[in-house]
């Protein structure tokens, strides 16, 4: 069984950063695209970040601020290195992999998730 695992996230201050981290059981995703996607309270969840085999991808609202990247140990390791964040970037923060290989915007695309962690940045 696939199961998704985030952590990281907190309370900070604006102009502050974190580092979210995503641990990947069941099975590996070394070769296969993975994502960080946010809901923010009465909002859709957006698209964050996404890395695929060979390419990453941002949303323009976090791109030269937040990066991400990969460790393909034993278990697949996702960060979200987030820097310079704003109360804007206030959201639950999720964690998804697909089996496809290059990255996706659409969170249908993505066949597992994990449960979510609170960001939350004050001003």
């Known amino acids: 069984q696939v199961q998704l695992v985030e952590s990281g996230g907190g309370l900070v201050q604006a102009g502050f950063s974190l580092r979210l981290s995503c641990l990947v059981f069941?099975?590996?995703?070394?070769?296969?695209?993975m994502g960080w996607f946010r809901q923010a309270p009465g909002k859709e969840r957006e698209f964050v970040a996404a890395?695929?085999?060979?390419?990453?991808?941002y949303a323009d609202s976090v791109k030269g601020r937040f990066t991400i990247s990969r460790d393909n140990g034993k278990n697949t390791l996702l960060y979200l290195q987030m820097n310079n964040l704003k109360p804007e970037d206030t959201a639950v923060y999720y964690c998804?992999?697909?089996?496809?290989?290059?990255?996706?915007?659409?969170?249908?695309?993505?066949?597992?998730w994990g449960q979510g962690t609170q960001v939350t940045v004050s001003s």
């Open positions: 998804a992999a697909t089996t496809l290989t290059f990255t996706e915007r659409l969170a249908r695309h993505y066949d597992y």
């Open positions: 069941g099975r590996t995703f070394s070769r296969n695209a």
């Open positions: 890395i695929g085999w060979s390419n990453t991808d």
